[in-house]
């Protein structure tokens, strides 16, 4: 097995101040990432985390699915 370690330092939701999405330079967001995690909490905290910081996210728990969401251009 694979034994992960995730440390961050979250606050609660209620107490979070929203976050600022960083701007690229042609105003959009600062990145397109895809995320390929077979484990849903991983990838569900990672995908909001990474969303939280002004990124578009594509999450895909499979390394097919994100081979075939990179070639789409998803």
Wanted: proline share 8%; aromatic share 2%; glycine share 14%.
């Amino acid at each position: 097995g694979v034994i992960r370690t995730v440390l961050a330092p979250f606050q609660p939701v209620e107490t979070a101040a929203p976050a600022t999405p960083p701007v690229g330079e042609d105003g959009g967001v600062s990145a397109r990432l895809l995320v390929i995690e077979d484990d849903p909490t991983i990838g569900e905290v990672l995908t909001a985390s990474l969303r939280t910081h002004g990124h578009e996210v594509v999450w895909d728990r499979t390394g097919r699915g994100g081979l075939d969401s990179a070639a789409a251009g998803r």
